[in-house]
């Protein structure tokens, strides 16, 4: 059971969730977040146009980077747009990222995308931002270590961090939560937590143009978040090892590494603070 209502939701504001009724008529969805789209005179925002059509992945980039963003009548792209209304620099990076990425004709992994473009796919569908003040929740998310992150001083979890999901498809998945849902996140260290809206924006901005590798993500069970779901609170709940997973050994000839940064908001400077060899 959900605690509290939609509490992931709080980018976005709790009327955010998706409702069945924007599906009423066909086009609902596109013209809902269209018409925020022009309250809030986001006109260099692309239009959300109605479709049907199944897209491959770089067909939607390419569609989305000419100023229109297709999309269908389900949750998941009620999501999406509600991300591109709230961030709409990292998404404009993820969809340039892409595309310029493709032109370069980048070696490419099994499934048809170069390690970046599994990246930032990774990201748009399933990242979060663990932000927080403390080194000690920092590092116990690189370490997959659930008892520091979630258990220990769990009742001033709200004073010391706040997981801010971006990823659309999780933002979907979460209307019907259950403890398996994972995010792929990296960690800020902040000097507070009450950072201001537009500096969010550029915080997102930042974090995507530095990720590189799918290697870079930290997994987070976000059903760990304490206030989140009811039966975190549970005796021996953080025990699934289903879920809450020991961190893997990494093998000594992986170039690739979990990114943690610090953020300074007077300034809008992002520096890496962490890095760790990991397996591919």
């Known amino acids: 059971m959900v605690t509290g209502s939609s509490p992931w939701l709080w980018p976005y504001g709790q009327a955010a969730a998706f409702q069945a009724n924007r599906c009423s008529t066909e086009g609902s969805v596109a013209h809902h977040l269209d018409a925020q789209r022009e ?54 990076c993820i969809n340039r990222s892409h595309i310029e990425d493709s032109d370069r004709q980048s070696e490419l ?68 939560p259950h403890r398996g849902l994972c995010a792929k996140a990296i960690p800020v260290l902040l000097p507070a937590l009450d950072v201001p809206d537009e500096t969010l924006s550029v915080l997102l901005e930042v974090v995507v143009m530095a990720v590189q590798d799918p290697a870079n993500f930290s997994p987070i069970p976000v059903m760990g978040v304490p206030g989140w779901f009811e039966e975190s609170n549970q005796p021996g709940y953080y025990e699934d090892r289903s879920v809450y997973r020991a961190k893997a050994t990494p093998r000594r000839s992986s170039s690739h590494e979990r990114l943690a940064f610090a953020f300074d908001p007077s300034t809008l400077a992002l520096g890496k603070c962490v890095g760790q060899s990991l397996p591919d």
Not at 70 to 76: E, I, K, V, Y
Not at 119 to 130: H, I, P, R, S, Y
Not at 158 to 166: I, K, P, T, Y
Request: glycine share 10%; charged share 25%; with cysteine.
């Open 39 to 92: 309250k809030a005179g986001s006109h260099l925002l692309p239009r959300f146009i109605a479709s049907r059509e199944v897209m491959g992945a770089l067909e939607y980039e390419r569609c989305v980077h000419t100023g229109q963003i297709p999309t269908r009548d389900l949750g998941h792209d009620w999501y999406n747009g509600l991300v591109w209304l709230r961030f709409a620099q990292a998404k404009h």
């Open 109 to 176: 992994t099994s499934n048809g995308r170069s390690r970046l473009r599994d990246a930032l796919t990774l990201f748009d569908e399933n990242g979060a931002l663990l932000l927080t003040t403390e080194t000690s929740i920092r590092d116990a998310l690189l370490d997959q270590d659930w008892q520091t992150l979630f258990v220990h001083g769990r009742q001033h979890w709200n004073g010391r961090a706040r997981l801010l999901v971006f990823g659309h498809g999780l933002l979907d998945s979460l209307h019907k």
